[in-house]
């Protein structure tokens, strides 16, 4: 049950880490990445996130304790929404030394 429950959270965070990503990649706008800020950029890394979510549910084995799972897959989702909600990205760019985009 403890993989399932780590799993778990960790793809909760993959996929809510890879939504903003996606979605500005995707809409041409420029977002904090480690990677660079470019659209293109954000738009692959907003993808490979949620392969890397999928992956780990698929690998937590979801169904053998699917309350749990999902109990640790929100809150992962809720630290990862935390975050972004208060700048983080935008925080971690600046510490890396990474250029800043404009909000």
């Known amino acids: 049950m403890t993989l399932a429950i780590v799993l ?25 990445n480690l ?10 890394g907003g993808v490979a996130a949620f392969v890397i979510a999928g992956l780990l549910t698929f690998w937590a084995h979801v169904g053998d304790h699917p309350v749990a799972a999902a ?3 929100v809150a992962g989702v809720l630290l990862m929404s935390v975050f972004h909600a208060r700048g983080g990205a935008y925080r971690l760019n600046a510490r890396f030394g990474k250029p800043v985009p404009v909000r």
Do not use: D
Not at 17 to 25: C, D, E, R, S, Y
């Open 35 to 44: 990677t660079g800020n470019s659209p293109v950029r954000n738009a692959v």
């Open 71 to 73: 109990v640790a897959a």
């Open 8 to 32: 778990s959270f960790l793809a909760g965070l993959m996929g809510a880490n890879g939504i903003p990503h996606f979605v500005l990649g995707i809409t041409a706008r420029e977002y904090p």
